[in-house]
């Protein structure tokens, strides 16, 4: 079992940032591929960005690259989402997700664990 927890939403205006944090504990932080997901209102959850075990490869969503960055601290089983100039859009309840494996898939069916989930607000 691996439990997430995820952190760092809230409310932000067009064009500014939010770094989100997911912090795991349970089994081997480092055996599991990672992923942010996102669900708005009325929408399916969709893929934002996800990193692979060692961090070696990354994948982000066409809405969110340039604009958004995962990264992990293995040793602190930290998971990150640096998410720069938002946009109105980008509004969701995002989730932290964990697979075991080395590489990500952005189907969230692919994901064994999943964390409460944190509100992101972007405001005009």
């Known amino acids: 079992q691996v439990q997430l927890v995820e952190s760092g939403g809230g409310l932000v205006q067009a064009g500014g940032s939010l770094r989100l944090s997911c912090a795991a504990s349970?089994?081997?932080?480092?055996?599991?591929?990672m992923a942010w997901f996102r669900q708005a209102p009325g929408k399916e959850r969709e893929f934002v960005a996800g990193?692979?075990?060692?961090?070696?490869?990354?994948r982000y969503a066409n809405s969110v690259k340039g604009r958004f960055t995962i990264s992990r601290d293995n040793a602190k089983n930290t998971v990150y989402l640096q998410m720069n100039s938002l946009q109105l859009e980008d509004t969701a309840v995002y989730y932290c997700?964990?697979?075991?494996?080395?590489?990500?898939?952005?189907?969230?069916?692919?994901?064994?664990?999943w964390g409460q989930g944190t509100q992101v607000t972007v405001s005009s």
């Open positions: 997700a964990a697979r075991t494996g080395i590489v990500v898939t952005t189907n969230y069916q692919g994901y064994d664990y």
């Open positions: 349970g089994r081997t932080f480092e055996n599991y591929a």
């Open positions: 990193i692979s075990r060692s961090a070696f490869s990354t």
